[in-house]
Each structure stands twice: as structure tokens, then as C-alpha cells.
């Protein structure tokens, strides 16, 4: 059985906009395990950029740093994360907090 997708007021679930990320949380992603093969530090930087706002991006990427990850990990296709951000049109906050952050 097909069902129609929900928008507006018939969503069940409200849209999440500007949450707020505690350190604790934040520091929660540098635990994520990828499960493809790809390389962890490069799936953390991944589902930070997809999840967060960029002020908590740019702590996650601090406490990144800090624990003495590699900014530099390449994905499957062999880009970085800084390449692949900055080739997304609304990506230049994320990169420029990469760039910022010793990444190349």
C-alpha cells in the first residue's frame, strides 16, 4: 500500500530547527564506526557535516583535531572531506571551518 508523502501540519514529526548540540554530543560522533570499510575519521567529519548547523561543526572539528585525527582521510572515491564540501553549492561555512583547521 502506497501512501501519499506528509508536508505542513500533517507531518507527525516536527521539523528540528537550530538544535542545540552539547559538547557531550558533540564529542559523541568522533565514536561513530563506519560500516562500509571507509575510513572512520573521514565517516565522522561525513556525519557531522550532514547533521550539524555549522557553529557545532566547527566544535566538532575542534575536538577532532584535539584528539589527533586525520583531517586528511580520503572517502571511497578518494576525495577529501574538504573537497567534497567544497564542491557542495551551499558548503563554503563548512570548508572554510575545515580550511581553518590546518585541512587541504
Keep these: 500500500m502506497k501512501t501519499e508523502k506528509k508536508s505542513g501540519a500533517a507531518r507527525t514529526q516536527p521539523a528540528v530547527i537550530d538544535e542545540w548540540f552539547t559538547d557531550e554530543r558533540i564529542q559523541s560522533f568522533l565514536d561513530l564506526q563506519p560500516v562500509d570499510g571507509e575510513s572512520a575519521d573521514y565517516h565522522v567529519l561525513l556525519k557531522a557535516y550532514r547533521g550539524m548547523v555549522p557553529e557545532a561543526f566547527a566544535r566538532l572539528v575542534g575536538f577532532f583535531v584535539a584528539a589527533g585525527r586525520n583531517l586528511a582521510d580520503p572517502g ?23 580550511k581553518d583547521a590546518g585541512a587541504r
Excluded: K
Design 76 to 98: 571511497p572515491d578518494g576525495r577529501t572531506i574538504l573537497a567534497l564540501i567544497a564542491s557542495h553549492r551551499h558548503g563554503e561555512e563548512y570548508a572554510q571551518i575545515l
